[in-house]
């Protein structure tokens, strides 16, 4: 089959496409032909190792987190799903491997696919899905009521994160750019300010929660906004002490992640307020809840209207490094 690997990790942006094995399956496995798969900032990160330290990998490594395809064979214990299923999910993160035109998954991170959704607009959904998922009732362990803003939240997160926390009872704000506002505002927005003609840190205060996506240069004043005992979840700044213990990291790893996150910690907690990272997971118990929502409000995450072949998929990776898409990029074996 062909997939599009690494060699090994570079600050340039290069891969290879090569003929490998099918994968094997083991008796947990699914063996799912892959019919589109999702190009994220974290295929970026991978490729040049900046998680590494998260997850380091072996090489060469097929690149891609998420995908959605069709069963072909189930290992001996797989019973949740049957071949010609069709399927969709973030692939557990020390067995990725989506651009490629197979991919053996654990059962344990499938979901059946929205009803009704085809193959590219379904790949859009498992990672920003789960992040939002796992990021409100894990991380902020929201509470119906509660408010929450999600500076930058009009692209792909946010597309995803405002019907979820919608759905989960809270009230969102959202700033972001004008083309985006009736998007968003229609997925069920309690506010959207443009970030051209209004500051968010003028307008809000005591906020229960904020889930950043721009990173740490707008660290402070996201915690400004944020009440005594709030919580700031960050997808970008970086990880801290308790990212550490909740992902029950090694020794190592701990010690440096607390002395990294040392400053962001600190700032929090002069404040009373608290500071956590978060690096999503597979987990297809969870997807089917997303999936829920999903088909509940007719979710449409927005793609790119490009459409890339593996034998394209520099340009892919190219394009999500340079920010101008329009939308999720997709990748067609």
């Not at 968010?200 to 205060?205: G, I, K, V």
């Not at 996201?222 to 909740?246: C, D, M, Q, W, Y």
């Not at 072949?309 to 990776?317: C, F, I, N, R, V």
């Amino acid at each position: 089959m062909k997939a599009v690997q690494i060699d090994k990790y570079s600050k340039q942006i290069h891969t290879v496409l090569k003929d490998i094995p099918v994968p094997d399956i083991g008796p947990e496995d699914v063996l799912v032909q892959v019919k589109a798969t999702a190009v994220n900032p974290l295929e970026l990160l991978i490729l040049t190792g900046s998680v590494k330290l998260i997850q380091d990998y072996p090489m060469p490594l097929t690149l891609g987190n998420e995908c959605s395809g069709v069963v072909e064979k189930n290992g001996s214990r797989v019973t949740r799903f049957h071949p010609g299923d069709k399927v969709y999910a973030r692939l557990p993160l020390s067995r990725i491997g989506a651009f490629a035109e197979y991919v053996a998954v654990d059962q344990s991170a499938l979901a059946a696919m929205p009803a009704g959704y085809d193959f590219v607009t379904a790949a859009a959904i498992p990672l920003t899905g789960l992040t939002a998922w796992q990021g409100i009732t894990e991380e902020l362990e929201a509470n119906p009521g509660e408010t929450v803003l999600i500076p930058g939240g009009s692209g792909s997160f946010g597309q995803m994160a405002v019907p979820i926390a919608k759905a989960l009872g809270l009230r969102v704000f959202v700033t972001g750019n004008a083309a985006a506002k009736e998007s968003i505002l229609a997925a069920g927005a309690d506010l959207y300010l443009d970030y051209r003609k209004e500051n968010y840190w003028e307008r809000l205060s005591n906020l229960d929660f904020v889930i950043d996506t721009l990173g740490a240069g707008e660290f402070s004043r996201e915690l400004s906004v944020l009440k005594k005992g709030g919580r700031l979840l960050s997808l970008r700044t970086g990880p801290n002490r308790t990212f550490a213990i909740r992902n029950h990291l090694s020794l190592p790893k701990r010690l440096l992640f607390t002395a990294a996150g040392a400053k962001y910690d600190r700032a929090a907690r002069k404040q009373g307020k608290e500071y956590r990272f978060i690096f999503v997971r597979s987990d297809g118990t969870q997807l089917e809840k997303v999936t829920a929502i999903v088909e509940k409000n007719h979710i449409q995450p927005k793609t790119d209207p490009r459409i890339f072949s593996l034998e394209q998929a520099e340009q892919a990776l190219q394009l999500v490094a340079n920010g101008k898409t329009e939308g999720k990029v997709i990748l067609q074996p």
